[in-house]
């Protein structure tokens, strides 16, 4: 089965300390994962996609396959990174149009001053 | 324009109203999407567009009615919705080419905050 787990409701982490996101995947094939991030009162939007290997906002995030994980990390925690992080797969149908993505239950983020 | 729109901002509507949510885009994207997402939980993917034709129905109950009347444009027709339809409705789009998906970012709009009383 297809499935994106994001274990931890809700994470609080103070100001200037490592964040770690956890993420873990499900999925037959070769993954495509993502990261997006809702800040409050703001749309979702993209943060992160582990094909582009970059660094959005001093996050990065590192697909595992052996261990089936793609945890999103940032080295120092800054107050504006507050916000709901949502752990995404993309679950590839028998027909290109039939892709979509699935997205985990999410972690909220609240970074303490 | 890097942004897709979303009208109204809220709805309220009876058990027998018939309403519409209406969802722009002019980024040339040939995907579109509707997504209902209760509070404090995920998206919940409901249709897909492609190319103006649908091309995934997650089962949705058919008191919700998409539409696509041209690339830019993605409606979604209310009509006897029950109280537990209070939701979120996310649209969204994405790039796709001749059929093929170029990417699969997808771009959010802001929502439409619906309240079925």
């Known amino acids: 089965a297809q499935r994106v787990t994001q274990p931890e409701k809700l994470l609080s982490v103070f100001k200037g300390a490592p964040v770690e996101l956890k993420c873990n995947y499900s999925y037959s094939g070769s993954p495509e994962l993502f990261w997006y991030v809702q800040y409050s009162r703001q749309r979702l939007q993209l943060l992160l996609r582990?094909?582009s290997r970059e660094s959005i906002k001093g996050f990065t995030a590192d697909l595992n396959k052996g261990e089936t994980s793609f945890h999103l990390k940032k080295p120092f925690a800054q107050e504006e990174d507050s916000a709901m992080y949502y752990c995404a797969l993309l679950s590839k149908g028998a027909l290109n149009r039939d892709d979509k993505i699935i997205f985990g239950k999410g972690t909220r983020l609240h970074i303490l001053p | 324009d890097t942004e897709v729109t979303q009208t109204p901002k809220h709805l309220v509507m009876g058990m027998t109203n018939k309403k519409s949510l209406k969802c722009e885009q002019h980024m040339g994207h040939r995907a579109m999407y509707w997504y209902k997402q209760k509070a404090k939980k995920p998206p919940e993917l409901m249709f897909v567009y492609s190319y103006e034709k649908l091309s995934i129905n997650e089962s949705v109950p058919s008191r919700f009615s998409p539409e696509c009347p041209n690339s830019s444009l993605l409606n979604l027709h209310l009509h006897a919705l029950q109280p537990e339809d209070s939701a979120l409705y996310l649209c969204?789009?994405?790039?796709?080419?001749?059929?093929?998906?170029?990417?699969?970012?997808?771009?959010f709009g802001p929502g439409t905050r619906l309240t079925v009383t």
């Open positions: 582990h094909i």
């Open positions: 969204a789009s994405s790039q796709e080419q001749s059929g093929k998906v170029v990417s699969y970012e997808q771009y």
